[in-house]
Antibody, heavy 116, light 107 residues
Framework: EVQLVESGGGLVQPGGSLRLSCAAS????????MTWVRQAPGKGLEWVAN????????YYVDSVKGRFTISRDNAKNSLYLQMNSLRAEDTAVYYC?????????WGQGTMVTVSS | DIQLTQSPSFLSASVGDRVTITCRAS??????LAWYQQKPGKAPKVLIY???TLQSGVPSRFSGSGSGTEFTLTISSLQPEDFATYYC?????????FGQGTKLEIK
């Protein structure tokens, strides 16, 4: 079964850091672009970042550039999102998804709350 | 960034109704558009990609059309399981923005 499982969310203070992980199974992870999308409570979807199969290209939404870093470890079938200098407006459910454009497979999401 | 505006934002309809949701882009995006369905507490699910191609396993009552700046998602005969929030997403230019969503509720 094709599956994506996010982890690493939690409560963090403003200015703090958090690293999200996404474990992939049931498909050849290294063949696919991967994407992070977030959704603030009660709000719509926001595309955050994506990364090429070999990690040689990354793209970000302006609001996270310089603060968030997407990465992957194909040997571990894992996708990551390192989030630094977190702000209250980063509070959201973070989803990882398979695909660099259309997002065909999604994880269940992990909640990140930025609050003092 | 390319802005996507969905209309309406809220839609009340009955089982069996035909409904259409529109997604307008602030600049031309050819056919680089996808539609997703999201139910409360769940991850989104892709319905349509490349503006009009039905994703495998999605019922044929869903259809998409359009190109350039105007796109539509049509559900030909609403079923109880279709009451959800729908999002369009442009895949033409980074960042790959989403529309604000259309919440489809039972009348």
């Amino acid at each position: 079964e094709v599956q994506l499982v996010e982890s690493g969310g939690g409560l963090v203070q403003p200015g703090g850091s958090l690293r999200l992980s996404c474990a992939a199974s049931g498909f050849t992870f290294s063949n696919y672009w991967m994407t992070w999308v977030r959704q603030a409570p009660g709000k719509g979807l926001e595309w955050v970042a994506n990364i090429k199969q070999d990690g040689s290209a990354e793209y970000y939404v302006d609001s996270v550039k310089g603060r968030f870093t997407i990465s992957r470890d194909n040997a571990k079938n894992s996708l990551y999102l390192q989030m630094n200098s977190l702000r209250a407006e980063d509070t959201a459910v973070y989803y990882c998804a398979r695909g660099g454009a259309t997002l065909y497979i999604w994880g269940q999401g992990t909640m990140v709350t930025v609050s003092s | 960034d390319i802005q996507l505006t969905q209309s309406p934002s809220f839609l009340s309809a009955s089982v069996g109704d035909r409904v259409t949701i529109t997604c307008r882009a602030s600049q031309g995006i050819s056919s680089y558009l996808a539609w997703y369905q999201q139910k409360p507490g769940k991850a989104p699910k892709v319905l349509i990609y490349a503006a009009s191609t039905l994703q495998s396993g999605v019922p044929s009552r869903f259809s998409g059309s359009g190109s350039g700046t105007e796109f539509t998602l049509t559900i030909s005969s609403l079923q109880p399981e279709d009451f959800a929030t729908y999002y369009c997403q442009q895949l033409n230019t980074y960042p790959y923005t989403f529309g604000q969503g259309t919440k489809l509720e039972i009348k």
